[in-house]
Antibody
Framework: EMQLVQSGAEVKKPGESLKISCKGS????????IGWVRQMPGKGLEWMGI????????RYNASFEGQVTISVDKSISTAYLQWSSLKASDTAMYYC???????????????WGQGTTVTVSS | DIVMTQSPDSLAVSLGERATINCKSS????????????LAWYQQNPGQPPKLLIY???TRESGVPDRFSGSGSGTDFTLTISSLQAEDVAVYHC?????????FGQGTRLEI
């Protein structure tokens, strides 16, 4: 079974750093892009960025570039999303998802992690 | 960035009736090299991650009931649920993946 399993909920203070993870299994992790999506409380989905584990090619939404860092360790089939200095406005649910693109044709985000809740509060 | 606008924001439909959700993109998402619209629909139940229902605007993901259908091309798209079931109560999101960054609609809440 293809799945993405994310790390657990986090409660942090403003200014703290954080790295959350997304571990893939049941498919060739290196061969599919992994995207990160933010959902603020009661709001819609926001595409933050995407990484290709095979070569670490990374693309960011300009709205998030410089605010977060997306990385991957393909040896352990795990992608990461990290912050160096959290703000209260980073409070949200964060999802990772596999972006299926095969032989030059894209399909959409077909496998999703369960989500990681990040709460930033003093 | 491509802006995706869904309508309506919320919708109440009786069990067994048809539900229709619209999604409009600010520019075409038709990929000319393969004539596919890079538009997906997701269903999100409360407390759950989104689930892919439809890709290429009209192709159902494996396991998705055939009461769900997608249509449209270019900039205007529709998700239709032909006969609403209780388990279809959810928020529905459209998503264009024609460009990077991908962008989502604001979501449509579907209620009984």
């Amino acid at each position: 079974e293809m799945q993405l399993v994310q790390s657990g909920a986090e409660v942090k203070k403003p200014g703290e750093s954080l790295k959350i993870s997304c571990k893939g299994s049941g498919y060739s992790f290196s061969s599919y892009w992994i995207g990160w999506v933010r959902q603020m409380p009661g709001k819609g989905l926001e595409w933050m960025g995407i990484i290709y584990p095979g070569d670490s090619d990374t693309r960011y939404n300009a709205s998030f570039e410089g605010q977060v860092t997306i990385s991957v360790d393909k040896s352990i089939s795990t992608a990461y999303l990290q912050w160096s200095s959290l703000k209260a406005s980073d409070t949200a649910m964060y999802y990772c998802a596999r972006f299926k693109a095969v032989a030059g044709t894209a399909y959409g985000m077909d496998v999703w992690g369960q989500g990681t809740t990040v709460t930033v509060s003093s | 960035d491509i802006v995706m606008t869904q309508s309506p924001d919320s919708l109440a439909v009786s069990l067994g009736e048809r539900a229709t959700i619209n999604c409009k993109s600010s520019q075409s998402v038709l990929y000319s090299s393969n004539n596919k619209n890079y538009l997906a629909w997701y269903q999100q139940n409360p407390g759950q991650p989104p689930k892919l229902l439809i890709y290429w605007a009209s192709t159902r993901e494996s396991g998705v009931p055939d009461r769900f259908s997608g249509s449209g091309s270019g900039t205007d798209f529709t998700l239709t649920i032909s006969s609403l079931q209780a388990e279809d109560v959810a928020v529905y999101h459209c998503h264009q993946y024609y460009t990077t960054p991908g962008t989502f609609g604001q979501g449509t809440r579907l209620e009984i």
